[in-house]
């Protein structure tokens, strides 16, 4: 039967965190929600965790401590739903969500109560000790109890030694105390620091502040004929006095420098550290550990997803191409919205390619038509979406939007996809000059394959080999008699020669395939917008540079960077995040016609490696790591200052960085 204590004690909190979000906007809940499952969680997995009763104990210990908190974050919630609509704060980092749980807030009411129950226990006196405080008539424990809090001057161990009085008419006379054990210093400076403020607020005179303190090092002070004759009254109104200002000074002590309200000097013998050291300081305070299962994000990192995601409108998803990893975190993400879904996918595949995923995505046979695909164009046909895990995610993600989630292809044609936009350029209507223009380009295609798949050389492909005379030829053809569909892929196949036929690292390829992208996605996101109720969510998956705000590693403004803006001009957010892997192997295709081969990776090849070292040399090795970016923005160069211009793109281009220490090829789905 104990065995079922610890369960019964989880169903309590999520029991009690249902009842204090129930009222709260969707969003709202499900992120707390999440967030104390994902403690829950982490509680029940963590092998030095206390089992049985033991454990159940445990958790409702923290249950009955953080209702203060959870009452002061359900207020702060409340009173945030209520507020109009934030908008245009993504650009700074600026999170308008409630705040978290408030560690600091019962941390802090923890130390000051602990501090003012020290200062109470160190500062009294027994009944025994003061005769004035029996004679007024207070019962025996109750005048202990009263004259340990009025006496702030003298400990529980001492006082009976230093304040024992005979009954004789008390002298006139100075009397020098004993030096005060060392046990009873550290309330010493509680005291003083209490002394100090309490005069300069006006609880004490200053003169009663020199009088209390202490003439040396020792501790050893004097005490006037004047203190010695008071009567019980007098002493009991100014020990209130010090009570009161050892209350403030504990609380002083506790909060101040928590609140920058107290701070040490700093001198050179307390010199600061390096910027990269305050920099990772920082990093450490917005380290998360995240895990993912059946589709579902866990561990401290999940709340962090939960609610950023339920504050955007756009998701954009960076990733290195080729590895398992990346399709299994978009899954888990396209959950994580719960009725709040994605609308639209926006993808690195050309439109023609995105809507045959589409819908082969929405049948139940889907991974055979996906199969049948690759088998008549083996090579090279799509870019991405070739693999496995890639396609079970649109599947998973489709599910998620109820068999509704568009996908937006808003890149350029594959390598390998003439042979496909051929075959769907025939299928549409065409006139008998333009279908004769297509055949003979299908027919060269052909050819090129054959050529390519002896050389192994893909710029052999007609893709990139084609003849720019005859696709002008195969153009006019379409102008006269082809039909606006055939047109448009015609156009698309064009474009794409021109791309793909130099370098991708050129920069003019470079900026022209990042217009295009542009260009796909506004005319997509506003046919959507025109033809819903609201303004789609969309979840945006590409190469890891493509998704940075502002300038990318490459020196270049990308999609990330255009969603962002146009995010800010829509008065909603975006959320930029990257999944990093360390190390691993990925598949690459060299040669045409051959299977792929596995070659392994390291971050620290990846342009502007440097800037990634603070985050991959700090991660959790047993978990995969979430970094929040975000909260470092503010004051970047006071972290870090300005020695490393590839530290400031990553932390004000990427808001979660992701970083996984291992990464393990897509299987290819042939």
């Known amino acids: 039967m104990r065995f079922q204590l610890l369960p019964l004690a989880a169903s309590l909190v999520r029991a009690w965190t249902r009842a204090y979000t129930r009222g709260l906007p969707a969003a ?4 707390r929600r999440a967030e104390v499952e994902s403690d829950l969680w982490e509680f029940q997995h963590d092998a030095h965790a206390p089992r049985a009763a033991w454990g159940a104990m445990h958790v409702l210990a923290r249950l009955a401590a953080g209702i203060p908190d959870d009452l002061a974050w359900r207020i702060d919630a409340g009173v945030t739903a209520r507020r109009a609509p934030v908008t245009a704060l993504a650009a700074a980092g600026v999170m308008t969500s409630p705040r978290r749980v408030s560690a600091f807030g019962l941390a802090a009411t923890i130390h000051v109560v602990a501090l003012s129950a020290a ?12 005769p004035g405080l029996r004679h007024a008539g207070i019962g025996s424990r109750r005048a202990a109890l009263v004259a340990s809090f009025w006496n702030p001057q003298v400990s529980l161990v001492n006082q009976r030694g230093r304040y024992a009085r005979p009954s004789a008419a008390v002298v006139a006379m100075a009397v020098q105390r004993a030096p005060s054990p060392p046990a009873t210093r550290p309330f010493a400076v509680i005291r003083n620091a209490a002394a100090a403020l309490a005069a300069r607020v006006g609880l004490t005179s200053a003169s009663t502040a020199a009088a209390r ?14 203190s010695a004759n008071r009567t019980p009254v007098q002493s009991l109104a100014t020990r209130w006095k010090a009570g009161v200002a050892a209350m403030v000074g504990a609380v002083a002590i506790g909060v101040g420098p928590r609140a920058g309200l107290l701070g040490a000097p700093h001198t050179a013998e307390q010199p600061q550290p390096p910027p990269l050291d305050r920099f990772i300081a920082r990093l450490l305070q917005n380290r998360y550990s995240l895990a993912l299962q059946n589709g579902q994000f866990s561990g401290s990192g999940a709340y962090v997803l939960h609610s950023a995601i339920g504050h955007s409108h756009f998701v954009l998803l960076g990733e290195n191409h080729g590895l398992a990893q990346t399709p299994e975190f978009g899954a888990a993400l396209c959950n994580a919205t719960g009725a709040d879904r994605f609308h639209a996918m926006a993808i690195e595949e050309s439109p023609s390619a995105a809507a045959d995923l589409e819908s082969w995505a929405r049948r139940p046979d889907g991974l055979a038509q996906l ?19 890639e396609f079970e995610m649109l599947q998973y993600c489709d599910r998620a939007a109820q068999g509704a989630l568009h996908l937006w292809g808003l890149n350029h044609e594959a390598l390998g996809a003439a042979g496909p936009i051929l075959s769907r350029m025939l299928d549409k209507r065409l006139g008998e000059a333009a279908r004769s223009a297509v055949q003979q380009l299908r027919q060269k295609n052909d050819d090129a394959y054959s050529r390519a798949r ?17 696709l002008a030829l195969a153009t006019a053809a379409l102008e006269h008699d082809g039909s606006p569909e055939a047109r448009s892929l015609f156009a698309s196949f064009v474009e794409s020669h021109e791309i793909n036929r130099r370098s991708p690292v050129d920069y003019d390829i470079l900026r022209r395939r990042e217009r295009l992208m542009k260009t796909r996605f506004a005319d997509a996101y506003t046919k959507a917008a ?49 999944v990093l892997p360390v190390q691993g192997s990925a598949p690459i295709h060299p040669r045409v016609g051959q299977p792929s081969e596995l070659r392994p990776f390291s971050f ?21 790591t979430l970094f929040d970016l975000r909260p470092l923005r503010r004051d970047f160069n006071a972290l870090a200052g300005a020695a490393s211009p590839d530290l400031a793109t990553l932390v004000f281009g990427i808001d979660l960085l992701v970083v996984v220490s291992n990464g393990t090829p897509a299987t290819d789905i042939r």
């Open 28 to 31: 709202e809940q499900r992120a």
């Open 119 to 130: 200062t109470w226990m160190a500062s009294g006196a027994t009944p025994d000790s003061d």
């Open 213 to 226: 303190a202490p003439a040396s090092a020792d501790g050893l002070s004097a005490s006037s004929p004047a």
């Open 371 to 389: 199969t049948a695909f690759e088998k008549t164009f083996p090579d090279y046909a799509l870019s991405i979406y070739g693999s496995r895990e």
């Open 454 to 470: 002896q050389t192994g050389n893909f710029m052999d492909l007609f893709m990139m080999s084609a003849d720019d005379h005859d």
């Open 530 to 578: 025109s033809a819903a109720a609201a303004p789609p969510k969309v979840l945006l998956k590409f190469g890891a540079y493509h998704i940075y705000r502002g300038l990318n590693p490459a020196h270049s403004t990308g999609i990330g960077n255009y969603v962002a803006e146009f995010a800010e001009a829509h008065g909603v957010q975006s959320l930029h995040i990257r």
């Open 604 to 624: 620290d090849t990846e342009r502007g490696a440097r800037a990634l070292e603070p985050v991959v040399n700090n991660r959790l090795e047993s978990a995969w």
